[in-house]
T-cell receptor
Framework: SQELEQSPQSLIVQEGKNLTINCTSS?????LYWYKQKYGEGLIFLMM?????EEKSHEKITAKLDEKKQQSSLHITASQPSHAGIYLC???????????FGTGTRLKVLA | KAGVTQTPRYLIKTRGQQVTLSCSPI?????VSWYQQTPGQGLQFLFE???????NKGNFPGRFSGRQFSNSRSEMNVSTLELGDSALYLC???????????????FGPGTRLTVL
């Protein structure tokens, strides 16, 4: 089973709607990253969360890490077609230099 | 600063051949990680190099190997290619400061490998 579970796996929303993507781990996370990927291309860094309860925003995207540091959510407000792509959460663990990634959420925004 | 570059961008090989992929990290970055991305398995960690030393390794067979040069550029080699090796191979660079686990990774555009 995946160490980082993302939900939903895919999402289709109408332009202007809000949406939330979740990333859940069975273990405490040390450093949680959100990336966006256009099909077949590299990953674009969105945000990094380190502390329990931390919340960061960039333009219309907000990411939160829960107090236990086992779950993160990515929220997009008033979605636009430019938000379409695959969203991946990634995490690192203290004491290792190994990164793990979630299964990804494929987002489509209908104009 | 120039971003992470990967060459070649596309590659077609046949089963049994070997392939070498190259990654040039962001200037000043000492850590390079490699990932394999497939529709079925998602993004899987291959290995990470820091200052020419492999620091961590994922669960891939020995056919997958890598190295890092003194200028931090890295290469990944896959020998005896199998159909299942068809994937997008991504490399990521980070400052990789020793002892830190929080370093943000910057990804290259990837190399699309197709094995026929």
């Amino acid at each position: 089973s995946q160490e980082l579970e993302q939900s939903p796996q895919s999402l289709i929303v109408q332009e202007g709607k809000n949406l939330t993507i979740n990333c859940t781990s069975s273990k405490t996370l040390y450093g949680l990253y959100w990336y966006k990927q256009k099909y077949g291309e590299g990953l674009i860094f969105l945000m990094m969360l380190q502390k329990g309860g931390e919340e960061k925003s960039h333009e219309k995207i907000t990411a939160k890490l829960d107090e236990k540091k086992q779950q993160s959510s990515l929220h997009i407000t008033a979605s636009q077609p430019s938000h379409a792509g695959i969203y991946l959460c990634g995490a690192s663990r203290a004491g290792t230099y190994k990164y793990i990634f979630g299964t990804g959420t494929r987002l489509k925004v209908l104009a | 600063k120039a971003g992470v570059t990967q060459t070649p961008r596309y590659l077609i090989k046949t089963r049994g051949q070997q392939v070498t992929l190259s990654c040039s990290p962001i200037s000043g970055h000492r850590s390079v990680s490699w990932y394999q991305q497939t529709p079925g398995q998602g993004l899987q960690f291959l290995f990470e190099y820091f200052s020419e030393t492999q620091r961590n390794k994922g669960n891939f067979p020995g056919r997958f190997s890598g190295r890092q040069f003194s200028n931090s550029r890295s290469e990944m080699n896959v020998s005896t290619l199998e159909l299942g090796d068809s994937a997008l191979y991504l490399c990521a660079s980070s400052p990789g400061t020793s002892g830190s686990s929080y370093n943000e990774q910057f990804f290259g555009p990837g190399t699309r490998l197709t094995v026929l």
